[in-house]
């Protein structure tokens, strides 16, 4: 069963850094678009930053210049580098992925990392 699990979250004070992670397991053939998104309490969920198999990546213009998503095609793992981080990028961060198996493409989330930006 193909599954995608974050880790990385965690507390950290204005202006630090966290490194998200998001592992893909079970039997996969292809990963094409990945992304990171977050949803903030009493929020809807929106999109962090994308990338594609290609390597093209897009981000909200909130994280652009802070974040950077990242890829290892080898290892089926995607990153996501916060810098500079501030209380408003306090949220579940949750990984998706689109994933070839089985003869079709399908949508997969993982079941999302906390993130609280705090003092």
């Known amino acids: 069963q193909v599954q995608l699990v974050e880790s990385g979250g965690g507390l950290v004070q204005p202006g630090g850094s966290l490194r998200l992670s998001c592992a893909t397991s079970?039997?996969?053939?292809?990963?094409?678009?990945m992304g990171w998104y977050r949803q903030a309490p009493g929020k809807e969920r929106e999109k962090v930053a994308t990338?594609?198999?290609?390597?093209?990546?897009n981000y909200a213009d909130s994280v652009k210049g802070r974040f950077t998503i990242s890829r290892d095609n080898a290892k089926n793992t995607m990153y996501l580098q916060m810098n500079s981080l501030r209380p408003e990028d306090t949220a579940v961060y949750y990984c998706?992925?689109?994933?070839?198996?089985?003869?079709?493409?399908?949508?997969?989330w993982g079941q999302g990392t906390q993130v609280t930006v705090s003092s």
């Open positions: 998706n992925a689109d994933i070839w198996y089985g003869g079709d493409w399908h949508n997969h």
């Open positions: 079970g039997s996969i053939f292809v990963i094409n678009d």
């Open positions: 990338i594609t198999g290609g390597g093209s990546t």
